[in-house]
């Protein structure tokens, strides 16, 4: 099956740890975004990717880093500088970096920071 | 900046009854328009999409209208039924699509039988 998985689906912290997203494709596609969702806010986004060891900051990146070493994976990382990181975190992919190509949703991870 | 604007942010229906959800855009330049349906715990997925060339588009019980020179466009669901009920973004092309898509803050919309 082809798809874009995310992992854990609920993850909890402590306040000043940072925490690692996983988010995986195995569409073979160029282009992978990361979202925050909260509630009446829609989806912001924090970073995308258009290719392989390149990426690009997107609204609200401060106290979050990314990374694109594989193709198939973009992790995001929430660090302790994020100062409101509990929200859920969408990751998405599209065949390229072009807006105009139809984005691919993962479920999502709930982070709860405690 | 520029953004995209949606409502209303709840929306509930009869089931059978007829659904719109409407979005305005500031960018003039806009070009693309997708909608988004987002299922109780699952992420969100595209269900139909304009482009600014034509100004309506259908797909079975959804259409989609544009209107450029208004600068909005609308979702239309027709015929409702229980399996309607979501969360629903729409979205556009902004400043040229540096950025890629900016969302609305969504619709939830709510089928009542």
């Known amino acids: 099956d082809g798809g874009i998985t995310q992992s854990p689906k609920y993850l909890f912290r402590k306040e000043g740890q940072n925490v690692t997203l996983s988010c995986e494709q195995n569409?073979?596609?160029?282009?992978m975004y990361w979202y925050r969702q909260d509630p009446g806010q829609g989806l912001r986004l924090i970073y995308y990717?258009?290719?392989?060891?390149?990426?690009q900051k997107g609204d609200i990146a401060e106290g979050y880093s990314v990374s694109r070493e594989k193709k198939e994976s973009f992790p995001l990382t929430v660090t302790s500088a994020q100062k409101n990181p509990t929200a859920f975190y969408l990751c998405?992919?599209?065949?390229?970096?072009?807006?105009?190509?139809?984005?691919?949703f993962g479920p999502g991870t709930r982070l709860t920071v405690l | 900046g520029e953004n995209v604007e949606q409502h209303p942010s709840t929306l509930s229906v009869q089931e059978g009854d007829s659904a719109v959800i409407k979005c305005t855009y500031s960018?003039?330049?806009?070009?693309?328009f997708p909608w988004y349906k987002q299922e109780l715990g699952k992420g969100p997925q595209l269900i139909i999409d304009i482009r600014s060339n034509v100004g309506e588009k259908k797909d079975q019980r959804i259409a989609v209208t544009l209107n450029k020179t208004a600068k909005h466009f609308s979702l239309h669901i027709t015929e409702t039924q229980p399996e309607d009920s979501a969360v629903y973004f729409c979205?556009?092309?902004?400043?040229?699509?540096?950025?890629?898509?900016?969302f609305g803050k969504g619709t939830h919309l709510i089928i009542q039988p």
């Open positions: 990717s258009q290719i392989v060891n390149d990426f």
């Open positions: 998405a992919s599209s065949i390229s970096g072009t807006p105009y190509n139809e984005q691919f």
């Open positions: 979205a556009a092309v902004i400043g040229g699509g540096a950025d890629g898509l900016t």
């Open positions: 960018d003039s330049a806009s070009n693309y």
């Open positions: 569409l073979n596609h160029d282009a």
